[in-house]
């Protein structure tokens, strides 16, 4: 294991693992081509992989060939990342990526005149908050690390897991847009609910994070027509209208059956 330690510490040496990785069985002028040094200083390092086990040689006539050998590299994982520190590592890493990758975050903000327990309540259940969400059936047991999915009209449109559940003050879950292919390519965001008692209100905040930079616009567009909504029901009891709430009614008898 100090071998392949030693080994690994190298920039060069790791570059060739990359690029064996990358196409296996390479012969010593293709390796060379890829690295800026000459043909011995390619050798050297290669014989150094050899020895720790992770590089393996065949001969193909008059050519040695290179392959990888992973066996090191999982042995020194199963010792050193074991199943109590995997976790960690993972979040360390995942942090590492989303601090670098370049991503986006959108928040909206309201005020309702209601309470924090009659907002939690607009927000999880299924019959209140399809009445602002255009008729999107939400379900979960709302319990932290549990599963929600919405479905329209009996199709999938978004699911993900509630990270966070703090009532009636906090809701932090991850999103993924299920409508359509362009959205399912966004892959996976994150959408926080803030409710803070203001007086004989609430001020709600929605904060839509860890969205690719230049994400789809229907990811999150609809988040002001939502809100208005929430606000509309709690403070009127009616359905506000919007060209999607609209599109949405047309199948009320459906959706919506016990609204006249």
């Given at each position: 294991m100090d071998d392949v330690f030693r080994a690994l510490a190298d920039p060069t040496r790791r570059s060739l693992l990359d690029e064996?990785?990358?196409e296996d069985g390479q012969s010593l002028r293709a390796l060379q081509e890829r690295l800026p040094m000459t043909r011995f200083g390619v050798m050297k390092h290669l014989k150094l992989l050899e020895e720790a086990g992770l590089v393996v040689t065949r001969r193909q006539g008059r050519e040695?060939?290179?392959?990888l050998n992973v066996i090191p590299i999982r042995l020194i994982h199963d010792r050193w990342v074991s199943k109590f520190t995997e976790p960690w590592a993972a979040a360390l890493s995942d942090l590492k990526h989303r601090l670098e990758d370049k991503t986006m975050q959108k928040i909206f903000e309201i005020y309702i005149k209601t309470t924090p327990e009659r907002l939690w309540?607009?927000?999880?259940d299924t019959e209140m908050r399809r009445k602002y969400t255009f008729g999107a059936v939400v379900t979960s047991d709302w319990t932290p690390g549990s599963r929600y999915e919405g479905t329209g009209h009996g199709v999938p449109i978004l699911e993900g897991e509630n990270l966070e559940v703090d009532p009636p003050r906090r809701l932090v879950q991850s999103f993924r847009a299920l409508w359509g292919e362009d959205v399912?390519?966004?892959?996976?965001?994150?959408?926080?609910?803030?409710?803070?008692?203001?007086?004989?209100?609430?001020?709600?905040t929605v904060t839509h994070d860890q969205l690719r930079e230049g994400a789809n616009n229907q990811l999150y567009g609809g988040w002001p027509m939502v809100?208005?909504?929430?606000?509309?029901?709690l403070e009127t009891g009616e359905i506000l209208t919007t060209p999607g709430s609209l599109r949405w009614m047309q199948g009320i008898n459906e959706q919506l059956p016990e609204i006249q």
């Open positions: 064996l990785f990358k040695k060939l290179h392959f309540q607009a927000i999880t399912k390519s966004e892959g996976t965001s994150r959408v926080t609910w803030e409710i803070q008692p203001v007086g004989d209100s609430c001020r709600l809100l208005s909504g929430i606000k509309t029901l």
